[in-house]
C-alpha cells in the first residue's frame, strides 16, 4: 500500500530533524554585548562634519526630475540643468532625525515579523547575484529554478529572518517579468520577510499590488525593503531616486546603501571613503523624509577597498572591517538603524578564501550591531556567484553566532560542584547523570563540520566541506514543504502576473 | 659568469620583497580596543568562589613527591599516600598574586625580545602535532625536515613572534634525542624567541645548557616557554609537575593549561567545566611561586566541548569561544597573562571547515586580549597534523589583524574634502594624486586571497585557496636564509648535543 500523504508529510518532517540547521526555531538574533566602538567620538564628528561641509559645498548630483522637485519644495538649493542639490546641515539633521530608530518589518506569516533597530541583528538572504553555482553543474547563468530553489532553503532555515531579494538573476525570464515571477515566487514559497527590487517607479507599484492580494491593508508597517545604490561618487540616478521615491510614499523601506569602492568610486583613504559615504547615504535618507517624514528608512554600508592588482572590489578585509565598525558608529550618531553585509567574498569556489574572508564580514558586522544583514549566505566571488555549497557552509556559520549570542547559565547546577567532586582525580565525566541528563543539548549542533576520526572519514571517501554541503542542500531541498497560502490569493496572484507580463513585455521598467 | 654570492642573497631578497608576508617588520600586536567581557563581574566571582570550594574541599592529586613536599612545607594539607593537596583561599589568593602581570620573553637577536601582558598579543607557532601534511606527499608523520621547515617559515614571516615549541614530532628521530635535536634546530634556524617543551626533569635541564651557549648568562628575563598540561580532571602528572618545577626555579615560564574537554575531561556544562580549569590552573600556578616567588607563569586555557558523537574534543565551537573570552577574564582577575590559542579546527584539510574554525577561535582570542597565542598556524585536525597550506593561511589571516588593529588615520589630508570636490559626481578616483601618492602602501597586501577575473582565474588553472598556499610555502621556503649565529656557538651547539645524545640513548626522559 503506498503511503498516505500524512504519513509523507511526517516521514519528511523526522527527516529534516536531522538537520540541525533546518530545525532551529524562528527567533531574533541579539548582540547582548556593547557595539564595537573603533573610533572614538571625536573622530566620528569628524567624518560627520566633513561629509556635511561636502553637501554645503560640493553637493550631488539626482538625475531624477521628481526628486530634485521634492528637494526644491523642501528648500533645498537646487541646480535643475546640473541636477545638483546643495544640503544646508541644520536643515538635513532636522530631517533626518525624523526616521524612526527602529521599526517592524512584516512577514505575511505573523509569526515571522522582524525587528529592526537596538541590538536586534536580522539576517537576510543573498542578493543581485548573475551567476548559480553547485557542484553538479559548476557556475552558469541564473535561472528561475534557481532563484526558487534558494528562496526554499532560505524557508527552510531560520537563521534567515528576511528571505528573497534579487536572490540570483533569473535569467530564462525577460528582464521586464524578472519581479512578477520573483515575487510570485516569494509569496509561494516562504512566509517569511520579503526584499525586493526599490529600482524606478514600475516594479514598486507592482509589489504593492501583489501584496496588497496577500495582506489585504497595506497602511501601518512596512511589508517591503528594497536595496538603494548610490551610483557613487555623488550621484543618484533616476532608476534608484524613482524606487527610493517610490518605496518612502508607500510607508516601505528603502535601505539607503552608497556601493563606493575606496580608491575608484570615492577616495582610496577609508575616512575619505566614509566621508563620501556619510554624505551620500544622508541625501538619501533626508529625501524619504521629505517625501513621508517618519518612514522607516536604513543606513546601509557598501565600502571596501580597491584591489589594486585587479581593479576589483576587495572583500572581506581589514579596511572593509573598519568601515562597516565605523559607519554602524555614524548610524547610531543618527539614531538610524544600520545595514551591512555578511558573507562577502572573492573566491571563486567555497574554500577556505571564501570562508576566511566572510568571517572577515560577519564578526565585525555582529559586533557593529548591524540591524539589518543582507549577503547574510551564499556569496562568492565578488557577489557575481550565488552558490548552493556556500549557502550552507555561511548559515552554519550563522547558526553558531545565534548560540554564542545567549551565552551560558551559572547556577549550582551548571558550576557542577558535587560532580566534579564524585568523579574525582582522573576520572571521566562521559558517563555521569550530569552529561547524559545535557549530552543531546547542551552544546550547539554542527550541520556540516567534520570531526570523525582520519581513518573514518578517509574510508567515507575523504570528503571536503563544499561535498558535505552539496549534500545537506540537496537533502534539504528534498525535504522542502511549502506554507500554507489560501488558493484565492494564489489564483489571483498568478492572474495579476499573467497579466502584467503582457502589459510589461518588451518595456524598459526604469524609463 | 656565476651570480656572486652577494647577488644570489639579493636575488633572494628581491624575490622575497614579492611576498607581502614575508615583508611584514617584526613588531607588536596589540589590541588597542577593551577586551571583550561577556560574562558580568558576578558571574566571574561565582566561577572563582565555586573553584576555591573544590581546591579547599575535593582537593587535587599531584602525582610528584617533590611538588608534594612543596607543597606541605608551604603548609597545604597534603596526603602523601592519595597524592591529595588541598589548598586554602587566603593562602592561593596571597601565592598566586606573587606572580608578575607582565614580563619579556628574551629571543636569541634581542629585537625579538617579547612583551607578555596588557593588551599585547603575542602570537606562537604551531605545536604537539604527530603528522605533517601537503599537497605533494599527504598526510605522514612528522619528520626533523619537516620541523625544520616549519621554523624556517616561523623564521620568515613576522606574524609569529615565538618560534618553535613542538612544531611537530620528529618520528625519525629517536624519542630521547628529539628535544636536542628540536633545540638545535631551534638555535640554527631561527633568532626569535622559543617555546620547549617543560616536561619532566631532562628535557629543561638540556634547554638549560643549551641556552648557555647561546645567550652566557641565564639570569634576568626568560628565555624559554613551556606548556604545562593539567591531566584533567583535578590531576598533574609527574612529567609535568617535573617540568613545572624545574622551569620555575630556572626562571622560565610555565604556561599552565588544563586540556578538558568538556563532557569528557571536566563537567558537560561550560560553567562547570571553566570551574574545574580554573581550580587546575591555579594550583600550577600556586606551585611555580612556592618554588620562585615572582617568577613569571601564564594562565592557559584549552577547555572545548566533546562532539558527542566522534567522542573527540570539538575545536572553533560557540562553546569555546565563551570558554576563551571568560578565562581571559578569570586571568584578568588574577592580574597573569593570559593563554589561548589560535588555529583551532577539526578539519582534515584546508578547507572552508578549516577556516570558519579557526576563525571562531581566532577573533575570540583576540577580543579577549589573549596575551601567549599557541597554535597561531598550521593546526588541521584536531591538532594531530601540522599542514603546510594551512600554516600560510594562517598566517596571511594573522597579518589582517595586525593591519586590522592599527586602525586608520582621520586627518584633512585622509578626509579628502577637496579630491572628491576636485572628482566630483560620476568621476574616478583610479587616477587621481591622491590615490596614486597611496595606492601601494593604504590596503592590506594580501599574499594569498585571488581576487582575478573568473576567467582569468579560471585559465591559470582554477587554483583554489590551497593550491595557491602550497606555492607560497615552497617560494618562502626556497628564499630562506638563516640568521647570523657565531660559527663558535653552532660548534659548542653540535658537540653538546652528540655528547647527550649518546649519554641519553634509550633512556625514559620523564623518569
Chains 1, 2 share one sequence.
Not at 517607479?201 to 501601518?220: H, N, T, W, Y
Request: proline letters at 6%; glycine letters at 8%; hydrophobic letters at 40%.
Amino acid at each position: 500500500m503506498e503511503p498516505s500523504r500524512a504519513e509523507r508529510r511526517a516521514a519528511r518532517r523526522q527527516q529534516r530533524s536531522e538537520i540541525p540547521l533546518a530545525k532551529l526555531p524562528f527567533q531574533e538574533l541579539r548582540n547582548p554585548f556593547p557595539p564595537l566602538e573603533i573610533l572614538p567620538p571625536e573622530g566620528i564628528e569628524k567624518i560627520h562634519n566633513a561629509s556635511l561641509d561636502l553637501l554645503e559645498t560640493t553637493g550631488i548630483c539626482v538625475m531624477d526630475e521628481e526628486a530634485l522637485s521634492l528637494f526644491e519644495k523642501a528648500e533645498a538649493r537646487v541646480d535643475h540643468q546640473s541636477q545638483m542639490v546643495w544640503l544646508d546641515r541644520g536643515w538635513l539633521m532636522e530631517t533626518v532625525a525624523q526616521a524612526p530608530a527602529s521599526f517592524t518589518w512584516r512577514a505575511r506569516n505573523p509569526e515571522r515579523n522582524v525587528r529592526i533597530g537596538g541590538n536586534n541583528i536580522a539576517l537576510a538572504a543573498n542578493g543581485g547575484m548573475a551567476y548559480a553555482s553547485n557542484l553538479d553543474v559548476g557556475r552558469r547563468r541564473g535561472t528561475l529554478e534557481d532563484y526558487e530553489a534558494f528562496l526554499k532553503l532560505g524557508q527552510m532555515c531560520n537563521v534567515i529572518h528576511i528571505n528573497a531579494g534579487e536572490l540570483v538573476a533569473i535569467q530564462d525570464v525577460p528582464s521586464s517579468a524578472r519581479h512578477l515571477r520573483r515575487l510570485l515566487a516569494n509569496f509561494l514559497y516562504t512566509d517569511k520577510a520579503v526584499l525586493e527590487a526599490a529600482h524606478g517607479r514600475i516594479i514598486p507599484q507592482d509589489c504593492l499590488e501583489m501584496a496588497k492580494i496577500v495582506f489585504g491593508d497595506l497602511s501601518g508597517d512596512p511589508i517591503f525593503g528594497g536595496v538603494i545604490n548610490v551610483s557613487s561618487p555623488l550621484r543618484y540616478d533616476g532608476r534608484m531616486a524613482g524606487g527610493l521615491i517610490s518605496y518612502a510614499r508607500a510607508g516601505q523601506v528603502a535601505i539607503v546603501t552608497p556601493f563606493i569602492s575606496a580608491g575608484a568610486m570615492g577616495p582610496i583613504t577609508v575616512a575619505g571613503a566614509l566621508t563620501q559615504q556619510n554624505a551620500e547615504a544622508l541625501t538619501g535618507i533626508a529625501l524619504t523624509q521629505i517625501v513621508n517624514p517618519g518612514v522607516p528608512v536604513i543606513y546601509g554600508n557598501f565600502t571596501t577597498p580597491t584591489d589594486m592588482k585587479s581593479g576589483a572590489p576587495a572583500f572581506g578585509t581589514p579596511e572593509a572591517a573598519w568601515a562597516t565598525l565605523v559607519s554602524a558608529q555614524l548610524a547610531r550618531r543618527y539614531n538610524l538603524p544600520f545595514r551591512g553585509s555578511g558573507s562577502l567574498n572573492n573566491s571563486k569556489v567555497p574554500d577556505a578564501q571564501a570562508a576566511w574572508e566572510s568571517h572577515w564580514s560577519l564578526w565585525p558586522v555582529m559586533f557593529a550591531h548591524t540591524n539589518f544583514v543582507l549577503h547574510s549566505v551564499g556569496w562568492l566571488e565578488g557577489g557575481l556567484t550565488a552558490s548552493y555549497e556556500k549557502w550552507i557552509i555561511d548559515a552554519e556559520n550563522l547558526a553558531m553566532f545565534f548560540h554564542f549570542f545567549k551565552g551560558f547559565e551559572i547556577s549550582d547546577e551548571t558550576l557542577a560542584l558535587d560532580m566534579i567532586a564524585e568523579v574525582g582525580p582522573g576520572g571521566h565525566h562521559f558517563g555521569t547523570s550530569h552529561t547524559q541528563a545535557r549530552y543531546a543539548t547542551e552544546f550547539y549542533q554542527t550541520t556540516l563540520a567534520d570531526r570523525l576520526g582520519y581513518e573514518t572519514w578517509a574510508a567515507a571517501g575523504s570528503w571536503d566541506t563544499a561535498k558535505r554541503a552539496h549534500a545537506i542542500w540537496k537533502d534539504l531541498l528534498a525535504q522542502y514543504e511549502p506554507p500554507p497560502l489560501d488558493p484565492i490569493f494564489k489564483e489571483a496572484l498568478i492572474e495579476f502576473v499573467e497579466k502584467r507580463e503582457k502589459e510589461l513585455e518588451g518595456k524598459n521598467l526604469y524609463d
